[in-house]
């Protein structure tokens, strides 16, 4: 009996030990909800997966390395005044460029953005990103948490649901007859690495910053 006693025990707590990591990536991908709704993006960093951060700084710097290549721009011509119209649009590409690389992430070059840590980049993104948020911002979109679908002790799938705030008075009558998306499914994918399960932030603001913006811009 007093050797039953104890594998009982020790069989309940592996159980409970098991059911509590089962609930980690659930836990992630509510947390990580709840703090890109909440503008924390210092928590939101910290259930990132280094890969996100790292293909995010990779997408930024691709897009300012385009926005500054005004060499090969389509639609270049011979004639006075669309050399002149090219160079206008070509000299705005760079005024953007320099604007991001120096109200955002605070660099010299692109160059130097690429050399940044990746969670520096996500960071310096974020803090000017939510430091312009005002009354006149359009809402964020709030995510519902569905379930997670664990495919095998490192990968799991989250689902979300976000609710997609309409635009604020009359819709244009060109899209009266367009079906306005309310709720909008989404699939989070969260990997478990030596540190827990680390969400990939998909569907989060980072996410959604596919093209470098100067977050100061007034248009």
């Not at 991908?29 to 280094?50: F, I, M, N, Y």
């Not at 709030?142 to 979300?160: M, P």
């Not at 899209?175 to 998909?202: F, H, I, N, Y």
């Amino acid at each position: 009996m007093s050797r039953v006693g104890p594998l009982v025990l020790a069989l309940l707590a592996g159980l409970g030990g098991v059911a509590r990591a089962q609930d980690e990536p659930e836990r992630v991908a509510r947390a990580v909800l709840v703090a890109d709704s909440a503008g924390d993006w210092v928590t939101l960093l910290g259930l990132a997966h280094p890969d996100a951060l790292r293909q995010f700084r990779s997408l930024q710097v691709l897009q300012l390395r385009l926005l500054g290549d005004t060499a090969s721009t389509p639609g270049q011509a011979a004639d006075s005044s669309d050399s002149t119209q090219h160079r206008e649009f070509a000299e705005r590409r760079i005024q953007a460029q320099r604007a991001i690389l120096d109200s955002v992430y605070r660099v010299r070059d692109v160059e130097t953005l690429a050399r940044l840590a990746p969670d520096t980049v996500a960071a310096r993104w974020l803090r000017a990103t939510r430091g312009r948020a005002d009354t006149t911002a359009a809402p964020v979109p709030r995510a519902r948490f569905v379930g997670v679908l664990r495919v095998d002790d490192t990968l799991a799938y989250a689902v979300v649901v976000r609710t997609v705030p309409r635009p604020a008075g009359p819709v244009p009558e060109p899209l009266r007859d367009v079906v306005q998306q309310e709720e909008r499914p989404e699939v989070m994918v969260l990997r478990r690495t030596a540190a827990g399960w680390r969400s990939m932030l998909d569907g989060t603001s980072l996410s959604n910053a596919a093209v470098a913006e100067d977050p100061f811009a007034d248009d």
